[in-house]
């Protein structure tokens, strides 16, 4: 069965630490991925997208990789702040261009950063 | 949030209630969404849509409808709504030749059935 699984536990991490969160899918072939931000009570806010032939892409204090051989993308918040503190989405594009187009989401990893 | 807005934004009914709720958005944007939001199941397609003579069932679109009345419009219906309906529910828009498929949420509505 197609699964996106991400870290089940809510994930503490020292202020300044480096936080990494995962993605893992099953039984899909994506042509995108992207990591989103949600806080309480509110919608979800894109912050990255990183396509199937690109390795790695960089954002200010965040990082995307993405093996398609090992089906996983890493997210990573350099440097946190209490401020990161939110649920992390990832999602799966399965096309990036054509009608059929849409995004599967993941459930989430919440993530606390402690001063 | 403001370029996507959803009204209302927390609703309590009754079971067997029909229930609608509305998004609207100034983006631009031809291709709307619905989506509800249970813990730990993450956030489910209910319906899509990519231009408004074009809809789509998502996931989850038993025991719900849907209308897209213009491209800024796109309504989202409980005919007649159950307890295990009771989530969050986010409208969301995205444009399709911006390449990126981002998708730009609503505020969300929490709904209750009681």
């Known amino acids: 069965s197609q699964k996106i699984e991400q870290n089940s536990e809510a994930l503490n991490i020292q202020e300044g630490k480096t936080a990494t969160l995962t993605c893992n899918y099953t039984n899909y072939s994506p042509a995108y991925l992207q990591w989103y931000r949600q806080d309480p009570g509110r919608g979800p806010v894109f912050l990255l997208l990183i396509r199937e032939n690109e390795k790695e892409k960089r954002k200010e204090r965040l990082k995307v990789t993405f093996d398609t051989t090992l089906k996983q993308s890493l997210f990573h918040i350099t440097a946190s702040q209490p401020a990161d503190s939110a649920t992390y989405l990832c999602a799966l594009g399965l096309s990036l261009y054509s009608s059929a187009s849409k995004i599967i989401f993941g459930s989430g990893t919440r993530l606390s950063i402690r001063p | ?114």
């Not at chain 2, 609608?20 to 899509?48: A, V």
């Not at chain 2, 709504?81 to 911006?98: E, H, K, R, V």
């Open chain 2, 1 to 114: 949030d403001a370029d996507v807005t959803q009204t209302p934004r927390n609703r309590i009914t009754k079971t067997g209630k029909r229930i609608m709720l509305e998004c609207s958005q100034t983006k631009g944007h031809d291709r709307m969404y619905w989506y509800r939001q249970d813990p730990g199941l993450g956030l489910r397609l209910i319906y899509y849509s990519f231009d408004v003579k074009d809809i789509n069932k998502g996931e989850i679109s038993d025991g719900y409808s849907v209308s897209r009345q213009a491209q800024a419009k796109f309504s989202l219906s409980l005919e007649s709504a159950i307890p295990n309906q009771t989530a969050l529910y986010f409208c969301a828009t995205s444009d399709f030749y911006g390449g990126r498929g981002e998708q730009f949420f609503g505020p969300g509505t929490r709904l209750t059935v009681l």
